[in-house]
């Protein structure tokens, strides 16, 4: 089968689901978090794992079971309530969704140099990106990496787009970006994700040593754009979308240091977004996978 006739048979499968109630819906992204918990024991033991060394003490076991399953039935949700959301006109659609702390955002445009929102996998962040001009965003853009699927990739740009954001592939965005912040307009960025010790410094996310990108300190350097903190949790059926003061961008003069301590500022800032709202986090990813550098027992020679 084309990809043109698999990418017409997703989008009505789509489409068909989407007029589903939504309590309907709900119902089967319920079942498919707990298919999901039951199935995949490596994901459950991460997402056990994780948060365990987060919040060390809080949970019996029994505890962090029950928060695992409901957090793979809160992920499970983004799914749904994508699909749900598709065929909802603009003005609808914004009904079910609340700013705060837009004050932050309209202080930061005000300067003139770009604004990077700063989000990370939490709530439905698949609806962040389509829900950006709720907050006056107009033209924003998102960095996202692309889907290997192309019938997937191109329906999933389809509703990420559908009011007037502009998605950007990691690959090859630097120019882009650049560009875009000069002329004073707003990109989208996810932080939270396991960065590989060749492209990433250590840093302290939530009292453990993990690995973060280091590329968006050197954006920020170079454009000396605004970093504004945001994320998106769901509360009684409804999306509240919370807009944080900007993160002060350090400089010392020295690059290693400049890019050590704003990284490690963006990342407490993504521990921040987390702890208001932990049970819609994505914990089942691996944050911690890279390790920081040791050496090796038993190889050092004398």
């Known amino acids: 089968m084309s990809d043109e006739r698999i990418y017409k048979l997703i989008k009505l499968i789509v489409t068909l689901m989407g007029m589903l109630p939504r309590k309907t819906l709900k119902f089967f992204s319920d079942l498919l978090g707990l298919l999901w918990y039951k199935l995949d024991k490596r994901h459950r033991n991460v997402a056990l794992e994780n ?12 505890q962090a079971q029950r928060f695992v399953k409901k957090n793979f039935k809160n992920t499970a949700s983004i799914l749904f309530e994508v699909i749900w959301a598709y065929q909802k006109p603009r003005d609808e659609l914004f009904k079910y969704f609340k700013v705060k702390g837009l004050k932050y955002l309209k202080k930061a445009q005000k300067k003139g140099r770009g604004v990077i929102i700063l989000t990370c996998h939490m709530g439905n962040f698949e609806l962040l990106v389509a829900a950006f001009p709720k907050a006056g965003m107009e033209k924003p853009c998102g960095i996202y990496r692309k889907f290997d699927f192309k019938p997937l990739e191109r329906l999933m740009l389809e509703m990420r787009q559908r009011f007037g954001a502009t998605l950007i592939p990691t690959g090859g965005a630097s120019q882009k970006i650049d560009l875009i912040l000069k002329e004073g307009g707003i990109v989208g960025t996810l932080f939270d994700q396991n960065a590989g010790w060749y492209n990433g410094v250590v840093v302290n996310f939530f009292g453990r040593p993990a690995c973060a990108k280091y590329s968006l300190v050197k954006l920020v350097l170079r454009s000396k754009a605004s970093v504004v903190p945001m994320f998106m949790i769901k509360e009684n059926e409804k999306y509240i979308m919370e807009i944080l003061p900007e993160v002060p961008l350090q400089t010392t003069g020295c690059p290693i240091k400049d890019i050590e301590n704003n ?3 963006y990342v407490s800032a993504i521990e921040s977004m987390v702890r208001l709202c932990p049970e819609q986090y994505f914990w089942a990813h691996n944050r911690w996978k890279t390790k920081p550098y040791s050496i090796i027992k038993g190889k050092v020679s004398g």
């Open 263 to 265: 990284t490690q500022n």
């Open 51 to 62: 948060i365990n060394f987060a919040y060390p003490g809080k949970f019996s076991p029994a």
